[in-house]
């Protein structure tokens, strides 16, 4: 099957410092955990898809972007009966809270540290963005 149908998303792995460093995860209703992201509406630009996926999704809008990342990733799914190639440009960035309003979209998140959230994470493109997030704040 060929893709007919090409999609754009963006979001970001969000951390938090509270004595420790933490990721946040969110559970999407399919059971898998993931990062904040979503479409990429017309004339929008990927950063500024990324902070109002994150507010819708999880009511944050206080964040610092991390500057020297910016990665993307690329999968197909099927969605009724079309292949659908789909490209999620990730950022990364802190919130200076932990407090999270999630919305219908997901059924749970949760703040782990990095070991936690590289077992929590269902993805392997997702892990490796986290393995080289957590190499960039390590480093700086
Ligand atoms: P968005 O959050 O961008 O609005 P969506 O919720 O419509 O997107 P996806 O999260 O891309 O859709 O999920 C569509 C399908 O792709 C699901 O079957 C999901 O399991 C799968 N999927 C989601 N993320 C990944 C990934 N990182 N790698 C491979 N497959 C994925």
New binding site residues.
């Given amino acids: 099957m060929k893709p007919s149908q090409k999609?754009r998303?963006a979001?970001a792995i969000i951390f938090s410092i509270n004595g420790h460093r933490s990721y946040l995860l969110l559970h999407?209703p399919?059971?898998?955990w993931?990062f904040p992201?979503?479409?990429i509406e017309q004339d929008e630009e990927e950063k500024q898809a990324a902070l109002r996926?994150i507010k819708e999704e999880t009511g944050i809008s206080n964040i610092k972007f991390i500057e020297d990342f910016k990665e993307k990733?690329h999968?197909?799914?099927?969605?009724e009966k079309k292949l659908?190639s789909?490209e999620?440009i990730f950022y990364l960035a802190e919130a200076d809270s932990q407090e999270i309003t999630i919305s219908f979209?997901h059924i749970g998140f949760i703040w782990l540290p990095y070991k936690e959230s590289l077992e929590r994470l269902?993805?392997?493109?997702?892990k490796g963005l986290l393995e080289r997030a957590e190499i960039l704040l390590n480093s700086n």
């Fill in positions: 999609e998303s979001g999407y399919e059971g898998h993931d992201k979503g479409h996926e990733i999968y197909f799914y099927t969605g659908i789909k999620v979209e269902t993805y392997k493109n997702a």
